[in-house]
């Protein structure tokens, strides 16, 4: 089968996709707010189910089933059941990010923590757990301490000696359970019936979802494979908003945009660097072309890295004194000043919240990333002429 004839056997059955309408087809308001595989959403939105003060209307209910869920599941013996099953939890204090710990409960009435290190979409790093544990044994060493970590496949914590594991099939199955036997306002239900469905289609497997896109897929797998192949994916729509802001800087004279950038390789100057570093007088710089640095931007799709790179072939003498003394300052343990053809002496990278409008977060962020090097560049150039 031809990729033409694929595709108009999946168009002439189209109405296969209406299987998914019950996950693709309803209001869903994280969807509208693209927040639904966003980490620090999921901790925020928890952190208000979890609060017995807050205005949800279930109380303590949830976060006191949550407990009992994981005091059920206490093979190893660690919790006094009598304590926390009587516990008020309307004692509690509930915190955000408290020394990076993502969600923290508090009660100086019961002396007692919870600490809930959340993971979506990401893995464990830097020691975390162990550094988070020991900063909460040093803030409240009298403390019964709780030590959770939230990941949708409850993926092994490396400080499991301390750590319970908590999967978001244990928040959703509780959620239901709990808000399911309580009248809430309608905003409230609609807030906790979106946040079920968000947490059911992209954060834990849906058997009966798995089972339908697996039919559909292979039905029309060479179709499929064709239009995901031909999509424009993050990265492209990254590239372009890029070179759509860097255009509009050079046409407001910030900075100077080579339009012969390609995709992969976004490509700009400064007035103020090619006065201290002008082009050569013939194409055979670096780049194959008169160019002795270049600022450029890379791209994966969920980051960008603006770099300050220095071309070495064919240097003047006069330009090669002027890059070894950056070299000096920015780089003063590289040692190789000879036969290079790229240095690298500036590099700094900035995440990409792909949930948020991707056009106008890559603007936020390529104009934060100039700003950042056109300071460092300023302060460059001053000591360069210091020297």
């Not at 977060?361 to 210091?386: C, F, G, H, P, Y």
């Amino acid at each position: 089968m031809t990729n033409e004839e694929a595709l108009k056997k999946f168009l002439l059955d189209i109405d296969c996709l209406n299987e998914l309408l019950p996950w693709t087809g309803k209001f869903n308001l994280f969807d509208v707010l693209r927040i639904s595989r966003t980490e620090i959403r999921h901790s925020n939105m928890l952190a208000w189910l979890l609060n017995a003060n807050e205005n949800h209307g279930m109380g303590d209910a949830y976060v006191k089933a949550l407990v009992q869920k994981l005091v059920a599941n206490d093979s190893a013996g660690r919790y006094d059941v009598f304590q926390l099953a009587l516990m008020d939890f309307y004692s509690f204090t509930v915190q955000r990010e408290w020394n990076n710990i993502d969600i923290l409960l508090t009660s100086s009435e019961e002396k007692t923590l919870i600490a809930f290190e959340n993971k979506v979409g990401s893995h464990e790093h830097s020691d975390q757990l162990n550094r988070y544990r020991k900063i909460l044994e040093k803030a409240y060493p009298d403390y019964c301490r709780i030590y959770l970590y939230l990941t949708p496949d409850g993926e092994l914590p490396s400080d499991e000696e301390y750590w319970d594991v908590m999967t978001y099939l244990d928040i959703v199955e509780t959620l239901e359970s709990v808000s399911g036997g309580i009248d809430l306002i309608p905003d409230v239900r609609l807030m906790i019936d979106n946040y079920i469905a968000i947490i059911r289609r992209d954060i834990v497997d849906d058997q009966q979802l798995i089972e339908i896109c697996d039919k559909i897929y292979k039905k029309h797998q060479k179709a499929l494979d064709l239009i995901f192949e031909h999509r424009v994916n993050n990265r492209g729509q990254i590239a372009a908003a890029v070179r759509e802001t860097l255009q509009q800087m050079s046409d407001e004279g910030s900075i100077v945009f080579d339009e012969n950038s390609t995709d992969s390789w976004l490509c700009f100057h400064t007035k103020e660097m090619d006065a201290v570093l002008p082009p050569l007088s013939a194409n055979n710089g670096s780049w194959g072309n008169s160019n002795i640095y270049n600022y450029w931007f890379g791209r994966t799709d969920e980051s960008l890295s603006l770099v300050f790179e220095l071309g070495g072939w064919n240097l003047p003498e006069d330009r090669k004194k002027i890059q070894n003394k950056i070299i000096d300052i920015a780089k003063p343990n590289d040692k190789k000043r000879e036969d290079y053809r790229y240095k690298r002496v500036y590099s700094k990278k900035y995440g990409i919240d792909t949930e948020n409008d991707l056009q106008t977060e890559v603007r936020e962020q390529v104009t934060k990333a100039i700003a950042d090097l056109k300071n460092w560049e300023k302060k460059l150039l001053i000591k360069l002429q210091q020297n």
